[in-house]
């Protein structure tokens, strides 16, 4: 059976370990300011696809919720009120709406 014997460190061995151990430094580069949020978000996004969940009665309205032409919805840019009709009619597929279709966005004209 082999006994080890534990040697002293000294200060050279705990650098040496030390330096081993951390990741190398990055360089700094300089940038320019970051830019707020608010003014790199577009202002006016139309839409270009809805996902169009039909009602099952005749007598219920439909729900339109903008997606891209995938079918995929933006929860973080759905507004509080869209965002809980999206779920409310995803919840109720086959109770009240019909599985969602995704159609074309009707641009709006401007004058």
């Known amino acids: ?9 000294t200060a050279d061995d705990l650098t040496r370990t030390h330096a081993a151990a951390a990741p190398p430094l990055l360089p700094v580069l300089e940038s320019q300011p970051p ?16 996902l169009h969940f039909e009602p099952l009665v005749a007598q219920s309205a439909g729900l339109d919720i903008p997606c891209d032409p995938e079918g995929h919805v933006g929860l973080d840019a759905l507004g509080d009120k869209a965002r809980n009709d ?11 709406f019909a599985r969602p279709t995704v159609k074309q966005a009707m641009p709006l004209m401007r004058a």
């Open 1 to 9: 059976m082999i006994q080890l014997r534990p040697t002293p460190l």
């Open 35 to 50: 830019t707020p949020v608010a003014d790199a978000l577009p202002t006016e996004v139309q839409p270009t696809h809805l």
């Open 86 to 96: 999206y779920f409310f009619a995803r919840a109720l597929i086959g109770c009240l």
